[in-house]
C-alpha cells in the first residue's frame, strides 16, 4: 500500500514474552519513505495472551494521509475486530466494532466513503465512521473480495 507522495505502509506484529511465554501481540502500522526508512509508527492496539487470530488484517489510506485500518485487538478484556480512522498526525479519530463479522479488506473512496468486507458481508461507512449500509450474505462477499491481493473490489 502507497499513499500518494510514494510513501508505503507496512502493518507488523510484535509478539512479548515473559520467560518465553507469551503475554500479548502488539500491532502497529509502519509508514516508509521512498528509501525505506520508516518515518512514522501507528500503534493500532493489542490482543492479550488469550486471544490469538488474525490480529492485524488491512489498512487504506485516503488522499489527505489518513489511515482507515481493520485489526482484532482486545477491548473490555475480550477480543473484537476494529475499524478505526487514524489522522496523518497518528491520532485515532474514531474507532468502532466491525459490522461485517471478521473483517477481511477495506478500501476509502474519494469521497471518502470507508468500504470495509467481511465474514458476514460488506458494509459502507462514512468518512465520520457512521454505518451507512450492510449487506449480509457471503456469496456474494466472496465474489467482490479478492483472497489473492487481500483488496476490496469497488466497481
Known sequence: MADKKGNTYALVAHLYTYEYEPVYINHYLYKLNSSGDRIRTFDLGNLSQDYYGVGIADVAVDGTGNIYAINRQTVSNSPK????KLYASGSQHWQR???VGTPYGITVTAAGNVYVIGSTGMARLSNAGALTWTKTGTSYAVSEFSQRDRKVVLG
Do not use: C, T, W
Open 81 to 84: 475486530d476494529v475499524i478505526k
Open 97 to 99: 466494532l466491525s459490522p
